[in-house]
């Protein structure tokens, strides 16, 4: 896989308090650097003369020109910075444009930190995965960068479950954890209404099958926090 690198990013968005969320979550994320701000479609792609980003966090409606025009105009010319889209907009005709032009994420406002987070960490894990210019991709990396969920109907079905836990509420965890990547047993309790000691049975489970995976959050004091996120690669 290719080395990792810090990610350029570059914020269009006009709400300055929006703005300044989006600086103040970047600049607690390891992984990424400022490339820059703007806020409107046409700084958007005024930017690209001079100075260069990998990835675009964009709001869509803006002064002047919005977000999808200014993406149309980049993509054009060649520009192939991913992109997160942001925006209160909620038409199947604007997702599906958003699609098109190759955003990676789209995030309807009003969003929570922990789902800007989510979108950002996701990002890096998907860019984790592409295969270097010169290496040649296998099928099990290439299902995991497509995503291609191919063992889960097999593992979430009745098939060997502990005495217990059942199917429904394990599909509903596992809805929890798709919506919420990188969410602690505790938000995922809080998410699908379950107590917090179901939630850690339903995730033993999870994580035992392979289906989820683990990361530690290390804090200043106390314990680290255990989040989990999907599995990208299922056996």
């Known amino acids: 896989m290719v080395q990792m690198k810090t990610t350029k990013v570059l914020i269009a968005e006009d709400d300055p308090m929006v703005l300044s969320l989006h600086v103040q979550a970047l600049s607690q ?46 993509r054009k010319n060649g520009q192939s910075a991913d ?16 699609r098109k032009l190759g955003a990676f994420d789209y995030m309807i406002k009003p969003y929570s930190f922990q789902r800007f987070r989510a979108s950002l960490q996701s990002y890096l894990s998907h860019k984790a995965l592409l295969p270097a210019p010169t290496e040649d991709a296998s099928q099990e990396s290439l299902d995991a960068l497509f995503e291609i969920p191919f063992a889960k109907e097999h593992l979430l079905s009745d098939e060997d479950l ?3 836990l059942q199917k429904e509420t394990l599909e509903l965890i596992v809805r929890g954890i798709s ?22 049975r339903y995730l033993e489970h999870l994580l035992e099958k392979g ?4 990361r530690f959050e290390y804090l200043a004091v106390g314990r680290p926090v255990k989040r989990y996120a999907l599995a990208r690669r299922l056996s």
């Open 162 to 164: 502990p005495k217990g």
């Open 179 to 200: 919506s919420a990547p990188n969410s602690s047993a505790e938000e995922i309790a809080a998410e699908t209404s379950i107590s917090r000691s179901t939630a850690r």
């Open 29 to 74: 994320m390891e992984g990424f650097e400022i490339a820059g701000t703007v806020s409107d479609g046409q700084q958007l792609v005024d930017f690209f003369d001079g100075s260069s980003a990998d990835l675009i966090i964009m709001d869509i409606y803006m002064p002047g020109m919005n977000g999808l025009e200014a993406l149309k105009i980049l």
């Open 211 to 214: 289906l989820v995976e683990i």
């Open 83 to 98: 992109v997160i889209l942001v925006s209160a907009g909620k038409k199947g005709e604007i997702v599906n444009t958003a």
